[in-house]
Nanobody, 123 residues
Framework: QVQLVESGGGLVQAGGSLRLSCAAS????????MGWFRQAPGKERDFVAT????????YYADSVKGRFTISRDNAKRTVYLQMNSLKPEDTAVYYC????????????????WGQGTQVTVSS
């Protein structure tokens, strides 16, 4: 099992930026890639981005492509989500998660989850 702790959420105006962090601990060999998901009130949890630990390869949802950037620091076992040009529709609880394969976009493909961090974008 991998333990995950997110941080960096908050309130920002439309057009602003935030950077989320996700620190991983526990069994490193059980995690091949990390993903970010988000869940707005009353909606399903949606895929945002994923990154492979070894190569740094990335994949994004169309809704965030060109605005969000996922990155990782292997030495710190931390994954980041830089969010620019934020829109009110980006408002959600953001979760990081660990998976054993890359590229995975389904919630069910991820086996460890963080507690989530709230991102609110005001218009």
């Amino acid at each position: 099992q991998v333990q995950l702790v997110e941080s960096g959420g908050g309130l920002v105006q439309a057009g602003g930026s935030l950077r989320l962090s996700c620190a991983a601990s526990g069994r490193a060999d059980s995690s091949a890639a990390m993903g970010w998901f988000r869940q707005a009130p009353g909606k399903e949890r949606d895929f945002v981005a994923t990154i492979k630990w070894t190569t740094g390869s990335t994949y994004y949802a169309d809704s965030v492509k060109g605005r969000f950037t996922i990155s990782r620091d292997n030495a710190k076992r931390t994954v980041y989500l830089q969010m620019n040009s934020l829109k009110p529709e980006d408002t959600a609880v953001y979760y990081c998660a660990s998976t054993r394969a890359f590229v995975q976009v389904a919630v069910t493909s991820y086996d460890s989850w963080g507690q989530g961090t709230q991102v609110t974008v005001s218009s």
